[in-house]
């Protein structure tokens, strides 16, 4: 087995990491403001409406298993931040982000994309090559980033881009625990020839996490400190569980179970 790393057991990549600038996105130059949810909803599926995807694919893009792994393990980090959060909500699996991650895990292409969704949506990668024993091999790591973070900014999280990204790095832990960022849908692909920074890496688990509403806007912190649930949108109706504002079970949010 071979696995090349840069943090942890997975090879990482960052939004962070784009071929100008070594820079979190700013909110002044995406299509929405941060706050503006309901325009990012619409224009989101507008795109995963119209976007292309695989037509041949034999299996589901993940197992039932790794879904529910991923995303248990996502609420776990998120219920257990420390300082304690205030507005945490609970994170569901969407459909919709699912699939525009499996669009983009079929190129096998090493680099965030595909650009037009990036305004609408968080990003998190990881590839590494050999068997494992659990998709959480691929997830830990994002997380493992919180040992470089202190909040409420990842001031001095900066790798050194584009031509590899290395040194201390946190936004994939900030957008795992990124309040408002209640919704996940990941893809996993096997690639047979994938380039990584120039090496061919064969037989390759490419994973891909797409989150929304997206987080990482500069000069803003992950989550509001306090006593855990004090904060939660009205719309959880006062519902918190495991330190998590959690959506009553009449809400849409749920839908996954389905």
């Not at 990668?125 to 470089?148: H, M």
């Not at 939660?232 to 006062?238: D, I, K, N, R, V």
Request: glycine fraction near 6%; hydrophobic fraction near 35%; charge should be positive.
């Amino acid at each position: 087995m071979i696995v090349i790393t840069t943090i942890g057991s997975a090879l990482l990549i960052s939004i962070v990491c784009d071929t100008s600038a070594v820079v979190l996105p700013n909110s002044t130059d995406v299509y929405w403001s941060a706050n503006d949810s309901t325009n990012a909803e619409g224009a989101l599926n507008t795109q995963l409406d119209s976007a292309s995807l695989p037509k041949t694919r034999s299996k589901r893009y993940i197992s039932q298993n790794d879904m529910i792994a991923i995303l248990d393990y996502h609420n776990q980090v998120r219920g257990k931040v420390f300082p304690p959060a205030s507005n945490m909500e609970y994170m569901v699996w969407d459909e919709n982000l699912a699939k525009s991650a499996e669009a983009w895990a079929a190129t096998c292409i090493w680099d965030h994309g595909p650009s037009y969704l990036l305004r609408f949506l968080g990003q998190n990668l990881s590839v590494r090559t050999g068997r494992y024993r659990s998709i959480l091999q691929l997830v830990k790591p994002w997380y493992d980033e919180v040992k470089d973070y202190a909040f409420p900014y990842p001031q001095d999280c900066n790798p050194r881009c584009p031509l590899r990204c290395y040194g201390p790095m946190c936004t994939h832990y900030t957008q795992m625990v990124w309040a408002t960022s209640n919704r996940i849908g990941c893809a996993i692909q096997t690639c047979h020839n994938m380039n990584v920074w120039g090496s061919v890496w064969r037989q390759a688990v490419y994973l891909v996490c797409n989150y929304a509403p997206k987080g990482n806007w500069i000069g803003e912190a992950p989550y509001k400190v306090g006593v855990p649930c004090s904060a939660c949108p009205p719309s959880y109706g006062g519902s918190c569980t495991n330190n998590l504002c959690f959506p009553g079970v009449t809400s849409n949010h749920l839908y996954w179970f389905k």
